[in-house]
């Protein structure tokens, strides 16, 4: 018996890397058929690459960065980043930049910002329990309104009287408006997700899993593709046996242990004999984001010079735009044209995500236009890629739910670790990803290190709490 990895992205296949290094032989079960990496995986169209949410290459876990190091090394660009936000027809700086954003705003409405910044720092909102409340009192009513509320709304489908405080100071701790204004008058360092300059591949993320998964193939994975878990089968000793399906047959591998990326919620329904109905009640209270990419051909060779562009405009529902030549000049085979990613961000079996390829083109044409960006006559191709639970949700009871099926598995099923975004019910990066699939694996190993502490920065805490790492809270929860 082998240990069973299910999921080949970023975590599954970290931890199918240091097992083959290891000298442990693993069976590693990935369900698409085409491609591994996950979220990570950079899909083809017509000769064009594409990146699914843009992945960025950096990470302050040295053990991450010596990892991507060894596998691609000089296949990786150095890439200056540029991100800006488009509001009302005009390009804002981001990270902000308080000249940029005064000029852009004019005289008057900067005068009225500062006022109303003024006002809030005055007369704060004594009761904090909404980001909107967070937000107005950091930066007062009008630059919420500018900066934060519309594309906080797009991505996550609730207004932001109703998501809680808290997930604002995680995702924006740090920033304030005396801040941006010293950080441009007097420089200053970035934080993390604000950096200067990150690494990419040349070809795109997804070359680092292709070939991460060569190299496990190559010592003593064994990397099934095409093999979607249907039940996971346990007893008093734990996990014992992983059953899938693999077109339209069904296979069966015995385990010694089991590191699981796939989603929670999918995860609980999948044990038999069936969880207690507790445990069951609290899997189906896990709720996930869904993504969809409009990808445009455009006839033109420059549209703008951004990686990305945050939308703010509350006209249209795009609310991110890639420039994948801007990542990397190769995933555009032909300099005369450039590819571009609308990102859409919706629940599966909403409108958005409902709609036709053609529809979904169609709106991204329009969008553009509407943008200023694009004449839609320019587009001279395009396609769509949807991806299912791209965002866990941190709604009222996650945190319960989520203590619950991690207080069952420890008991029940102590073998089966957890490692990887949905795998933990986590929202964040690549590179926590990959430590915690990192940890899993080394748990196998005899190792002690617990994969649920590390934090957002893929940094271990030794002293972090029991339930949380002091800044794992990275998505909204719903105002009670």
């Known amino acids: 018996m082998k240990p069973v990895i299910i999921g080949a992205g970023p975590a599954g296949l970290t931890a199918a890397h240091l097992l083959a290094e290891r ?36 990470s302050k876990n040295p053990e991450i960065e010596a990892f991507w190091d060894h596998m691609l090394g ?25 000249l940029n954003a005064f000029g852009n705003l004019g005289l008057l409405e900067t005068f009225r910002c500062l006022a109303s910044y003024l006002h809030a720092r005055l007369f704060p909102r004594r009761s904090v329990r909404s980001f909107e409340d967070w937000v107005v009192n950091q930066f007062g009513w009008r630059l919420y309104e500018v900066f934060f509320k519309t594309y ?10 109703e998501i809680s405080a808290d997930w604002a100071a995680q995702r924006i701790k740090g920033l304030s408006l005396w801040g941006a204004i010293q950080n441009a008058l007097l420089g200053g360092s970035a934080a993390k997700t604000l950096i200067d300059r990150f690494r990419y591949p040349r070809l795109g993320p997804g070359t680092m899993w292709e070939r991460v998964a060569g190299h496990v193939s190559a010592n003593g994975c064994d990397l099934r593709m095409n093999a979607r878990v249907a039940r996971i089968l346990w007893g008093e000793d734990g996990a014992y046996a992983i059953g899938y399906t693999s077109d339209g047959a069904f296979g069966e ?51 703008f010079p951004d990686n990305w562009i945050y939308v703010h405009e509350p006209q249209v529902r795009v609310g991110r735009l890639q420039n994948y030549k801007r990542w990397s000049p190769e995933m555009v085979p032909d300099a005369r044209r450039t590819g571009l990613g609308l990102e859409y961000f919706c629940f599966e079996g909403d409108g958005l995500w409902s709609a036709t390829d053609e529809e979904l083109i169609a709106l ?49 099923i102590p073998n089966l670790h957890f490692a990887g975004r949905n795998g933990m019910h986590r929202y964040n990066n690549q590179d926590h990803a990959m430590m915690t699939g990192l940890l899993a694996a080394e748990r196998i190993l005899g190792g002690t290190r617990d994969p649920w502490r590390v934090n957002a920065d893929a940094e271990y805490l030794e002293n972090a709490s029991r339930d949380e790492p002091d800044d794992a809270r990275a998505v909204p929860e719903r105002v009670s």
């Open 364 to 412: 991204g044409c329009r969008e553009l236009e509407i943008l200023g960006l694009v004449p839609a006559s320019r587009v001279v191709d395009g396609t769509v890629v949807r991806v299912r639970k791209a965002y866990p949700v941190y709604d009222d009871g996650y945190r319960e739910n989520v203590r619950l099926i991690r207080d069952f598995f420890e008991v029940r």
């Open 23 to 58: 000298g442990v032989p693993s069976i590693l079960l990935e369900a698409s058929g085409a491609q591994v990496g996950g979220l990570s995986r950079t899909v083809a169209y017509k000769g064009f690459s594409f990146d699914i949410g843009g992945h960025r290459f950096f």
């Open 152 to 161: 906080t709304e797009k991505v996550w489908g609730m207004p932001c009287g």
């Open 74 to 98: 000089d296949e990786m660009l150095s890439v200056e980043r540029l991100s800006r936000i488009l509001y009302r027809g005009r390009f804002y700086d981001y990270p902000l930049r308080a």
């Open 253 to 303: 591998v015995s385990c010694t242990d089991v590191i699981s990326t796939m989603d929670l919620r999918a995860l609980v329904e999948a044990l038999e004999p069936a969880a207690p109905p507790e445990v069951r009640s609290a899997a189906a209270g896990l709720r996930y984001r869904d993504f969809l990419t409009v990808v445009l051909i455009v006839d033109q060779a420059e549209v």
